[in-house]
């Protein structure tokens, strides 16, 4: 059984299981197999992914459970889940919703008693010169927004807290 962790791209989740990871990385993408391959790029900024026999130049960087690639001139920023972590979400999720990383809010979604469902998004923040969606880790209501538009934050700030269904 491969290892598995839920992505979110762009408000869509995703399920990735690991097969191997040598001589080639062998991950199923929502039931699809792919073989990719890694080659580092001569200035050590790039890496070069191919996927099914493709070509792409990609740069990225981890900051706690997201992964924030540039690729193809767009930016993209991929939260992921592992098993334990996500079996805890789907069991009641956290009441807070934690910054990833430092930054600045862009727009707030959502105000105190608002219902929201598991996916929906929060509000938007900007980190690192990427616009990133801050998304609700289960049902229930919003109970304090601790942030507004223009604020900035450090990593770990508390940005919403969600109270269960009413």
């Known amino acids: 059984m491969?290892?598995?962790f839920r992505?979110?791209?762009?408000?869509?989740a995703h399920t990735v299981g690991i097969h191997a990871r040598r001589p080639a990385l062998v991950v199923d993408v929502d039931g699809v197999t792919h073989v990719v391959r890694e080659t580092r790029e001569n200035d050590g900024d790039a890496v070069l992914l191919e996927v099914a026999g493709r070509s792409y130049r990609v740069w990225r960087t981890r900051e706690g459970n997201r992964v924030?690639?540039?690729l193809g001139g767009r930016s993209f920023s991929v939260g992921y889940e592992d098993a334990i972590t996500q079996a805890r979400l789907e069991a009641g999720g956290d009441a807070e919703v934690r910054a990833d990383m430092p930054g600045v809010v862009?727009?707030?979604h959502r105000a105190a008693g608002d219902p929201v469902s598991a996916g929906d998004t929060l509000l938007v923040?900007?980190?690192m010169k990427m616009q990133i969606n801050v998304v609700a880790p289960r049902d229930g209501v919003v109970e304090t927004v601790h942030v507004e538009a223009t604020q900035t934050f450090d990593k770990g700030a508390v940005l919403i807290a969600l109270a269960e269904d009413a």
């Open 125 to 127: 923040i900007e980190s």
């Open 7 to 12: 992505f979110t791209l762009a408000d869509d």
């Open 106 to 108: 862009v727009a707030v």
């Open 2 to 4: 491969p290892q598995a």
């Open 68 to 70: 924030h690639l540039h």
